[in-house]
């Protein structure tokens, strides 16, 4: 799974979305805008998550390439269930904060981190 190079309005992740899954790249636009303001930004971060470990695809080459689609449904499976957690109430420190908007915060702290990371070792080739 990779982010789509032709069919992108911001990232390109939709556009992968939308091929790998067979659904019309609008209807995941709008799934993330929705599910973003419903959600109170998890999958607004599940999707910069995706924009930084997803490939874009070769300009050059039709042929598709990238990650295996189970990491992307996990990141959103995540995302999901943070919020599910958030609502439950689950996510309260022992001084009675919320961790929601921390944990997002330091889950893409953590990945941009990884990604930087991966790109210094691979020459930025990534």
């Known amino acids: ?49 995706l924009w930084w470990i997803m490939p874009l695809e070769s300009p050059a080459s039709r042929r598709r390439r990238g990650i295996t689609p189970i990491i992307p449904v996990v990141v959103l499976i995540l995302a999901a269930a943070l919020w599910i957690a958030n609502l439950r109430g689950v996510l309260v420190s022992p001084t009675g904060d919320n961790l929601y908007i921390p944990i997002l915060l330091v889950a893409l702290a953590l990945v941009y981190f990884l990604r930087q990371v991966r790109l210094a070792t691979s020459g930025g080739q990534a």
């Open 1 to 49: 799974m990779a982010r789509s190079f032709s069919d992108r309005v911001f990232a390109g992740v939709c556009g992968g979305f939308a091929v790998t899954f067979r659904l019309n790249a609008w209807f995941w636009r709008v799934a993330f805008v929705v599910l973003s303001l419903i959600s109170g930004g998890a999958f607004l971060a599940a999707y910069l998550i």
